[in-house]
């Protein structure tokens, strides 16, 4: 079937690599689900007691799998968060938390990139998160690991060091909100579909970073990544 004519060129498809795969998945949104370690929320001067989840989106081009993140312009304090990745095979609205995983396609590890000094601005000043994390290359993210050969980790070290010296280190089973409940959570929100991918949060000891930091992360029993600030 072929494609009706538009009147400027298509975009290219937003594809992660699969690992082990020729074949790639195809992004349709990208949601992050914000507090989701005790540990970081007191670090950020947020009460850590179990409170509603809350939910800001990435878009879709922000992220790569390319092994250079370049550092953007109008900030001079980009932050590191670490981050378990899922990718979603279906979806829908109002997802019952037993459902949740009959859900996911595969999972990986990412970094969300945050202009901090961007954020504290538009936290002051009451306005969204945008401009602080929805930039160019502000999502890399590994090859994605099908969840048909890893299962559902509920456990894993979550970890990021900057120039070999370990910055964050964490656990999956440290998460606030687990994987169903925030599928559960943010099919309230939002109808849920395949090519939707969920970043859920990261533990504590994000930090600046700058031009020409290495920076290598994981998921132990998931992925790592590798790459450098330029």
Known sequence: MSLP???IPLPQPVLLPVEGSAESFPVRRVYCVGR???DHAIEMG????REPP???QKNADNLFAGKDFPY???SNDVHFEVECVLALKAGGADIKAENALDCIYGYGVGIDFTRRDLQAEAKKLGRPWELAKAFEHSAPVSALVPASRLGHPTAGRVWLDVNGERKQDGDLNQMIWKVPEIIAEL???FVLAPGDVIMTGTPAGVAAIKKGDSISCGVDGIATLSLKVV
């Open 5 to 7: 004519a538009t009147v």
């Open 72 to 74: 953007p312009p109008l």
């Open 54 to 56: 809350f939910f800001f």
């Open 187 to 189: 099919s309230k929100l």
């Open 46 to 49: 947020h009460d850590p007691n």
């Open 36 to 38: 989701n370690y005790a």
